[in-house]
Structures are given as C-alpha cells and as structure tokens.
C-alpha cells in the first residue's frame, strides 16, 4: 500500500509558510485532501492545497495580489515563491443540480469540510506544524487497509457528482486499494447515470488513468463495473482484463493503451468506424484520434489484415504518398511487403508505439516485432527514411509537368532510392530524365 517517496521540498515548503500566516492572523489552517492522502502513503504530492476557517475576503487581505477561482466556493488561488497554492474555506455543501458543482455552500468548520468530500482518503487534514492527522471520517484506517470508501452515504456521494464513479477506480488502481462493497454496489447502480457527464469530461478522467502505470487494473476495474460500456458508448460487455493494456509498461501516451483496450474488447479486429466511434465517446482531439487509427493500422499491416479499415495516412515531412495507396502493403503483411512499402511504414512518426503495441500482443505479433528490428537494423547507417535525392523542383527542371504525373514520378523514384536501385543523386537525376523521356 505504501510506496517509497519524499516530499517536494520547495512546494511543501512554501505551502507551511502559507499555513503559518494564516495562522499568525488569527485562523485555522491545514493540509487537505490529496497532498496529506499521498504524504501518509509516502507519495510526493504534486501540489498542497490549504484549508482554513479564514472567508475568502481574508485570505484575500492576507495574501495581496491573491485571485478568487471559486468565489461562490470559498476557493482561492494564492501565488508566492513561483508556487500556486489554492486556499479553500471550510465548507458544507447544498444541492449538486447540475450533478457536478453545489449550488451553494455555507462556510462551517473542519469536520463539517471533511463530511462533504467523495472518499475517507480525501477527507484527512493535516496539521504540518505538529504533524497531526484530523481524521473525522475514518481515512486514516481506509488507507491503512487499502480501501476506497465513499464519505456517509455512497449514493449520495455519486449522485452529487457521477464522475465520483471513475474518480474512485482511478485511486483504486493506482493505489492498489479495493473499493469496498457498499461503495461498488452503488457504483453499479449509477452507472446509467454516467450519461449525464460531459464526454469532455469522461475522456479526461480515462485519459488519467491510461496514463498511469496502473492502466491494466484501472481497464479491469472498469470493466468489472459494468463502466466499460457506459465510457465507450457501446452496447457489447467488455472481456475482462486487457491483456494488450497490462503488456503495456512504464510510461505512454494514453493513445497507446486506448488502441491496447480497443483492439482487445474487438478480439483483435475492431470494425473501421471503431476509431472514429471512440473518438466521438471520448472527445479525442483531432491528433489523438489519427494516433488511434494509425496505430490499429499499422498493427493490422504488419499482420496481413485489412479488416480494420483504411489505413494510416503519411505524416506531413515524409516523402511519400498516403500508406494505404501502396499496394505492396496489403493484405501480406511485413513479408510481403516490398523494402521500399516496408521503410515508408517504419519512417511513420508512430511507428516505434506500434511496435510496443505488437510486443504487448500474443507470442506471434511478438516474433513479428523481433522479425522487424533484425530487418530494419540494415538500414541503420543511412536512416529508414532517408532524404529524397530528388524534388519537385529538380523534375521541373528537367521538362516535367506540374501536376499528378509529377507526385507519382517522385514517389516511384524515391521507391527506387528506398530499394536501394539508385544509390545517388547524380544516379536518381540520371533515372528521372529517362522516366520523363519515355512519357512524353
């Protein structure tokens, strides 16, 4: 449960100094929520958040040049030595209309605080001068034990705000807490309620834990919930754990382990609108959903399949025509590929995750990557994708017609440089004179 680490010296720092001024004029202050939660756990918080009896207009008073963040929330946002710390005034709250926000709060005092927040592991205070744990809602003993527990009433908590329901898989994995029953029964229940959520926000809660070494638990947690369904807006189960999500180590973009997670729910083969269907679910951004695509294309080329739909398109700086215009690409597979549709797959700005895709796959898309490297380990000297001996401006120069003719014209000469049948510029100039002198 516990995990090695240290304090952030210069931020918690900074953070004590603001508790002790709050201090020295008059109020209570302490650590809240998260920071103290992974100080306990021996995590170094990436930020201290401060809470204090102190109204927003006093901290304001205290700390000139302050801004309020929350004003309707008692929230704010106290800048000092480079660091942003948000000062928050205890609080109770009333009605989540818009299942997100309160629409009011009343100002009250640390126990009163502590009873409104979504679980016992965030409910904790500390006292950094002392170092005094206030514990009012048993996180204390809920870290100890490695338990996610919803603050009083577990419906209650998820319906002030659904998005409480992937918050508590997210600790869960990266903890490796379990949520306790009472907490996961209410969990179930809400989860047709998860549709009332922004997508926006669905897809960044998915994002945090995609980008965590804990992915493969975060996967499996949410779908042993029946979460699975309600994040991706698809109607089939999940199939457990991921296998192609766990192969996945150490860091990632989490377009990464989403591609891991789709083609695993889809037996390997998700259908062509798969992508594009997530990206919808998850508002990805226009870079993040043409990651997905080539990566579940580029996989599906080296494997010989054309079920996933067109493939990946070139990036902008390489000297080629889309990849799904080759022929020699489909539907062979690596070894059918010619050198040159081989090269142009591997010069792909994402080809290097693909390959981690395949090694988190089953034995065979494992030879595959092993296959690859020794292949693509000739062309190390001179680079995978070298720069082309020739350009547009070159056949102009040599009689060519701008247009359509000129594009294929480079492409089949840069095909020939890739294959190794020009070996130069003088050779590759030489070659197009005579491929311009045969078409005309």
């Known amino acids: 449960m516990v995990h090695s680490g240290g304090h952030a010296p210069d931020a ?102 502590a009873h409104r927040r979504d679980f016992t592991i965030n409910g904790l205070f500390l006292d950094p001068e002392s170092g005094e744990v206030l514990d009012f809602v048993g996180g204390r003993r809920d870290l100890e034990e490695g338990v996610i527990r919803a603050i009083g009433d577990a419906d209650r908590r998820l319906d002030e705000d659904h998005l409480r329901m992937l918050r508590a898989v997210r600790f869960a994995a990266r903890y490796r807490f379990r949520i306790e029953s009472a907490t ?91 992508p594009q269907a997530w990206s919808r679910a998850l508002v990805l951004s226009g870079a993040d959903q043409k990651r997905v695509r080539d990566l579940v294309a580029i996989r599906a080329r080296i494997l010989g399949s054309d079920a996933t739909g067109p493939g990946p398109g070139a990036d902008r700086d390489m000297p080629a025509a889309p990849l799904a215009d080759d022929e020699a690409c489909a539907p062979r597979g690596w070894r059918g590929m010619r050198v040159a549709a081989r090269r142009r797959l591997a010069g792909m700005a994402v080809f290097a995750e693909a390959m981690r895709l395949l090694e988190a796959g089953p034995a065979a898309e494992r030879r595959a990557v092993a296959e690859i490297r020794a292949a693509l380990e000739a062309f190390r000297e001179v680079g995978v994708i070298p720069p082309p001996f020739v350009r547009g401006d070159d056949l102009v120069a040599l009689g060519a017609r701008p247009g359509p003719s000129l594009g294929r014209l480079l492409r089949a000469l840069y095909d020939e440089q890739l294959e190794g049948a020009v070996r130069s510029r003088a050779e590759a100039l030489e070659r197009a004179a005579a491929l311009i002198t045969a078409r005309r």
């Open 184 to 274: 996961a029964a209410a969990i179930e229940r809400h989860v047709p309620r998860l549709a009332g959520v922004s997508r926006e926000r669905i897809g960044q809660e998915l994002r945090l834990m995609l980008e965590h070494p804990s992915r493969g638990d975060a996967v499996a947690l949410l779908t042993s919930l029946g979460l699975d369904r309600a994040i991706l807006l698809e109607a089939q189960a999940g199939r457990g754990r991921s296998p192609r999500v766990d192969g996945i180590e150490g860091p990632a973009d989490w377009t990464l382990p989403l591609a891991a997670w789709m083609l695993d729910r889809w037996g390997g083969t998700p259908p062509r609108e798969a």
């Open 12 to 113: 918690r720092a900074a953070a004590m100094r603001l508790v002790m001024r709050l201090r020295e004029a008059g109020f209570v202050a302490y650590f809240a929520g998260g920071c103290v939660r992974d100080e306990l756990l021996g995590i170094v918080p990436k930020d201290f958040d401060i809470a204090t009896d102190a109204r927003p207009a006093d901290v304001c008073r205290i700390f000139r040049g302050s801004r309020e963040v929350g004003q309707a929330f008692g929230v704010v946002l106290v800048r000092r030595e480079g660091t942003e710390t948000q000062v928050a005034t205890f609080r109770t709250d009333g009605p989540y209309s818009d299942r997100r926000r309160p629409d009011h709060v009343t100002f009250a005092g640390a126990q009163e605080d």
